[in-house]
């Protein structure tokens, strides 16, 4: 069974530019979790769905950031413009609906830089 | 601000011994606990889950939780060196909030 993949790995973009970062979840996890980790600091929570719905986005930066999950299967990260502080590492994690949500498989992340 | 909390380490210890990794965390209606493991530049693999206080041991693993001290451990009995690794401990503060919150994990060197 595949994991959850993310995509791109590694992004390098300048100041101001827009980024969109993918996630695929393992089939048929109705939760998806994003996660961003700053340099220096802890993971932090972004927002959680459930299916196409959007559960609890409470960990979201500003409105620079905007996430979408378009038929409940994978889902997209845009930051649009991008900021210095925005670097860091993006997870993405997803749980069946009936673990509770919180035994999460994590992706390998998606490095970003920006200039 | 609801926190987790543990000690960046390193923490050393010799192949075949117990390893001994603590967590506390701020909040008290704090429901979920978790730790997990990430070797460098790979994902956070859940190694543990605890939801009740005691203890629950998986393999080499056992998760202890008391939830009057605020206070989740991890024990890895008889150390190996791929044990080597971050170790994060994660709370599900509950409350409505459906993501986890980390701590800033600690990195474990077992030495051969």
């Known amino acids: 069974e595949a994991g959850v993949t993310q995509f791109p790995s590694h992004s390098v973009i300048e100041k101001g530019q827009t980024v969109t970062l993918r996630c695929d979840p393992i089939s048929g996890h109705d939760n998806l979790y994003w996660y961003r980790r700053v340099m220096g600091k802890e993971i932090k929570f972004l927002l959680h769905f459930v299916k196409e719905s959007k559960q609890d986005e409470s960990g979201m930066p500003n409105n620079r950031f905007l996430a979408e999950r378009t038929g409940g299967t994978y889902s997209t990260l845009k930051v649009q413009p991008a900021e210095l502080e925005d670097s860091g590492v993006y997870f993405c994690a997803s749980s069946p609906r009936d673990r509770g949500g919180t035994e999460a498989f994590f992706g390998q992340g998606t490095r970003l830089t920006v200039v | 601000q609801k926190e987790v909390e543990q000690n960046s380490g390193p923490l050393s210890v010799p192949e075949g011994a117990i390893a001994s990794l603590n967590c506390t965390y701020s909040?008290?209606?704090?429901?979920?606990f978790f730790w997990y493991r990430q070797y460098s530049g790979k994902s956070p693999e859940l190694i543990m889950s605890i939801y009740s206080n005691g203890d629950k041991e998986d393999g080499r693993f056992t998760a202890q939780l008391n939830k009057a001290s605020q206070y989740v451990s991890l024990l890895i009995r008889d150390s190996q060196p791929s044990d080597s690794a971050t170790y994060l401990c994660?709370?599900?503060?509950?409350?409505?909030?459906?993501?986890?919150?980390f701590g800033k994990g600690t990195h474990l060197i077992i030495q051969p």
């Open positions: 994660a709370v599900n503060m509950g409350g409505g909030a459906d993501g986890l919150t």
């Open positions: 909040d008290r209606v704090s429901q979920s």
